[in-house]
């Protein structure tokens, strides 16, 4: 099914709106300039792409009033008519690689003067969930909202979950694309990995040296191509997407494949069964291995095709958005396109004798307006996202959805690691009448021994080492081989990342300043460090990615998982959800929510496939899933609880007794609406719904809706049923 889209709004180095991003990219301008908003100032100043913000949006706050801003850019009168009456055929899917990491900056400088009220607050904002939230504050969006992470491939990656939910009849409309701010986190770390350019980035240049950091904002309006659509808002259809492919390279952390095989199976996938593309975005850092290895991709899947297709490089003109990557560039693209011009590739120029074959579009500006184009965007842990568009509207009049059939997911095998040992037995034995309200043990480092080779992951942070663990109980439990595991996408969840790593990186950091940072602590703090590891831990070459920022992550993941499977562009996927306990973190919790909170490391993954209820179900020990969903309230953890109105179909409504999840049921007169039962489970993050899972699961035909809140303002439940 194509998908359609309606609406694009961007901000970039190049200006704060799509229009002056376009203007610039016509005159042939580079946004990569000295920045003045970065905390630090490096010793040798080579650069960056900064938008060029008012001064009321700069600061630690970039990233959300940026993203506010390209919000209001981004919808019409008759799409916030649309919310209001159908906020939840809504959806919004976000991209980042760091989210508000500038806010733990402030909170690393307040904690470092002994100042913890304000570190905390600070702190409190660093997770997308508090970036989503105060972007999002008084624009009455109520629908469900989610954050992923695949480093730079993260905006593509977005649109293409975006496009699923709506292949799957879930929603009628998707704002997705991805965003993130400059900052010293992010320059700091390029630098530590010698990745940073000190002349102009160059790509596909002889003399390339590197990237240039950048920082935007790119969102676009998706909805299904129908007839209704055609006839009704057919001049507000913008492009067409006819393909979205994911893959990962399973080869190295911050390395990408030296023959580019992740990144030439995910153009393609895209590019098979369509005419040649008139125009191929391309991901070029400008960094040795990147160029090298994208250009292989390119050669084994267009062969001697390839001199006939150009090619364009516009991180030369803007620098690297990071989680905006792939989207930026492509709304761009799409905007200069309509204007009938094709911008072009900045710097020192193509060599001619290691890329020969290469069409780089440079020089001049050329009067074009490309209708076939296809994107590419890659980053750390080999991940890697494609996506084709059309400009033209000669495309088969698509049929009316039908109605979906009542589908959802079946738990084939489950693997967990938690305080109560290792496996779904422990957890099950773990929540018990006994367990309310007591103390609960600090995660024992030693469970992990066993399903862990130390010798290659004894420098991991403990957040992936935890994820690889409870993957490993998953494989042996359910006695996964090592070809469908490589072939099967993976999901994880988590909400305060790598804290340990976080921690030290950042303190080291400022402390030492910007040019010393620790480039093994940095690689390790990035949000996809889970999937990444995952990834390469178990030679998974099938799309990977992080649900990231949310204590609801985890059941986020399965509904990502579901709309994969549903609209039968996976056939099954592993979600593993995961939290790492730090003091820190505990400590910025307990803040939140005025009481002494008990955090728990651990993990829980779950191997879900498509499960047909109405008849022929194989059985399964752990149950089926349907029904997840999610609502929005920026802010406004009471206005998420009131629009959770479970219907009245003989399931009990199971949460934990965790002070985050009090606000369910906290009057009378909804208890007495809805017949909940508490469960006693340590609070362990993103991974506490998926371990109510295995708790304590449905039995003899019973049903439960599994409930979770996150603090600031979201509700996600679904339906646990017996097979």
């Known amino acids: 099914m194509n998908i359609a889209v309606t609406r694009i709004a961007a901000c970039s180095a190049l200006g704060n709106s799509l229009e002056t991003t376009a203007e610039a990219l016509r005159v042939g301008a580079v946004g990569i300039k000295t920045p003045l908003d970065l905390e630090q100032t490096p010793e040798f100043a080579s650069g960056a792409g900064e938008a060029p913000l008012p001064k009321h949006m700069q600061g630690p706050y970039r990233a959300e009033r940026a993203l506010r801003s390209t919000l209001e850019d981004l919808l019409r009168d008759e799409d916030r008519d649309s919310i209001r009456t159908g906020r939840e055929r809504w959806a919004i899917v976000l991209g980042t690689t760091l989210a508000g990491m500038r806010h733990c900056g402030v909170g690393m400088r307040a904690d470092e003067r002994g100042d ?9 904002r660093t997770s997308a969930s508090a970036v989503l939230a105060h972007a999002l504050d008084g624009l009455k969006f109520e629908g469900p909202t989610i954050s992923v992470s695949c480093a ?46 000190r002349g102009p980035l160059s790509p596909f240049a002889e003399d390339r040296e590197g990237m240039k950091l950048g920082e935007g904002v790119a969102l676009f309006v998706l ?29 190295h952390l911050t390395q990408p494949h030296p023959e580019g095989r992740g990144a030439a199976r995910a153009i393609a996938e895209v590019s098979r069964g369509g005419p040649h593309p008139q125009l191929l975005v391309a991901h070029a850092t400008g960094t040795p291995a990147n160029d090298s290895a994208e250009y292989r991709a390119y050669q084994s899947t267009f062969g001697v095709e390839l001199p006939r297709t150009p090619v364009l490089a516009l991180k030369s003109r803007f620098g690297h958005p990071l989680g905006a990557a792939g989207a930026l560039e492509l709304a761009a693209v799409i905007r200069c396109a309509e204007l009938e011009f094709v911008p072009t590739t900045a710097g020192r120029g193509r060599s001619a004798t290691e890329f020969p074959d290469l069409q780089l579009r440079e020089g001049a500006v050329t009067s074009e307006s490309p209708t076939d184009i296809v994107a590419l965007a890659a980053g750390f842990g080999g991940a890697n996202a494609a996506l084709r568009l059309t400009r033209s509207h000669r495309v088969p009049m698509p049929e009316p959805l039908s109605a979906a059939p009542r589908l959802g997911l079946r738990i084939r095998a489950a693997g967990a690691v938690s305080v109560a040992g290792r496996g779904s037995s422990a957890l099950k034995a773990l929540s018990t009448p006994q367990a309310a309200g007591m103390l609960w043990p600090q995660f024992d480092e030693e469970v992990l021994a066993p399903l862990l080779d130390r010798a290659r992951t004894r420098r991991l942070s403990l957040l992936a080492r935890l994820m690889i663990a409870a993957v490993r109980d998953l494989v042996e439990s359910g006695n996964i081989d090592t070809t469908e595991l490589r072939e099967t996408p993976l999901i994880a969840a988590n909400w305060c990342g790598a804290a340990d790593f976080t921690e030290r990186y950042y303190r080291d950091l400022i ?27 178990f030679g998974i070459e099938a799309p990977t990615l992080s649900v990231i920022g949310r204590r609801t992550a985890g059941i986020e993941a399965l509904w990502l998982a579901e709309a994969k499977i549903r609209s039968q562009e996976w056939r099954r996927a592993i979600v593993v959800a995961a939290e790492e306990a730090h003091p820190l973190v505990e400590r910025v919790l307990t803040r939140c929510v005025g009481k002494p909170l008990q955090l728990r490391s651990g ?15 194989v059985t399964s020990s752990f149950g089926k899933l349907n029904d997840i969903s999610g609502c929005t309230a920026a802010l406004d953890i009471g206005r998420a609880v009131e629009q959770f109105n479970p219907p009245d179909d003989d399931a009990h409504v199971l949460t934990t007794d ?10 009378a007169s909804r208890v007495a609406q809805v017949r909940q039962r508490l469960l006693s489970l340590p609070e362990m993050g993103a991974a506490t719904s998926l371990a109510m899972l295995l708790a304590d ?5 019973t049903v439960r809706r599994i409930a979770s809140l996150d603090p600031h303002g979201v509700c996600w439940h679904l339906l646990h049923r017996s097979c």
């Open 116 to 124: 913890t009220q304000h570190a905390d607050a600070a702190f409190a």
């Open 152 to 197: 730079c491939a993260s905006a593509l990656s977005a649109l293409s979950h975006g496009c699923s939910l709506l292949r799957a009849g879930i929603v009628d409309a998707v704002i997705a694309g991805g965003y993130d701010p400059i900052s010293e986190f992010a320059y700091a770390g390029f630098s530590a990995l010698q990745l940073v350019a």
């Open 223 to 251: 909805r299904r191509l129908e007839p209704d659509l055609m006839s009704a808002e057919g001049e507000q259809i913008r492009a067409i997407i006819t393909a979205t492919s994911e893959s990962t390279d399973a080869h």
């Open 511 to 537: 402390r030492s300043g910007i040019d010393l940072a620790n480039p093994m602590l940095f690689a390790e703090s990035v949000p996809n460090i889970g999937s990444a590891q995952c990834s390469l831990a």
């Open 603 to 617: 993990a829980v993954a779950l191997l879900v496939e498509r499960e047909e209820f109405d008849g022929g179900a």
């Open 658 to 667: 965790s002070p985050f999840d009090a606000a369910l049921f906290g009057t």
């Open 697 to 701: 699961p449905p039995r003899d035909g």
